[in-house]
C-alpha cells in the first residue's frame, strides 16, 4: 500500500521521529526527499524516522544522511552520507565521515582538477576549486582576446 502522505514529497531537513510509527509501518514511500544537510559536530546519518517503524519499502527516495531504520528496505534510492569539507564542496563519506569523492567529481576531471580526498585543504579555502579554476580560464580567455584584438587592429593599422 502506497502511503500517500508521505509520497512524492520533499521532506529536506525535516524530522519525523516525533510521529507514529503506525503512520509508516507496512507501506511503500515513492519519490520522497529526506535528505538531512550536514549538522556540524554530527557525524550522519541522522534519526529521521520514529525508532519503531518497521517494514516501510521506500521506491525512488532521496535518503542521503539519513538512519534506515531496521526492517525498511529500499529499490532505486539514494542513501549516502555528504558531508561538506574544506574545500567548501559536498563530499560523499564513509560510515565514519571520512571523505571518499567530491560530489563535483566529473567536473574535476573534466578541468584536471585532483579529486582524491589528499586534495582537502587542512584549513577552509575561499573559493571551490571548480570555481577557481573556471575564474582562471575565463581570466585566461580574457588575456587571449586582448592579445587577438590587438594583433587585429596592428594588422589594419599596416594595410591602411
Known sequence: MVNRKYSGRDFTDVRLTDKSSKEFNGTEIRNSCFYQQYIPGKTPPYDVFPRDMT??????????????PKE???????????????DLT?????????????????????LKLPYGPDSIPLTKAEQRPVQAK????REQVKKAQK??????????????
Open 72 to 86: 525498511c528496505t529500499l529499490e532505486k534510492c539514494t542513501n549516502k552520507i555528504i558531508i561538506p569539507q574544506n
Open 55 to 68: 517494514n516501510v519499502h521506500f521506491v525512488c527516495c532521496n535518503l542521503d544522511n539519513v538512519k534506515i
Open 134 to 137: 573556471l575564474d582562471e580560464l
Open 90 to 110: 559536498d563530499w560523499f563519506c564513509d560510515s565514519n565521515g571520512n571523505p571518499i569523492e567530491p560530489l563535483d567529481k566529473r567536473k574535476r576531471i573534466k
Open 147 to 160: 592579445i587577438v584584438t590587438k594583433s587585429i587592429l596592428s594588422s589594419l593599422k599596416e594595410l591602411g
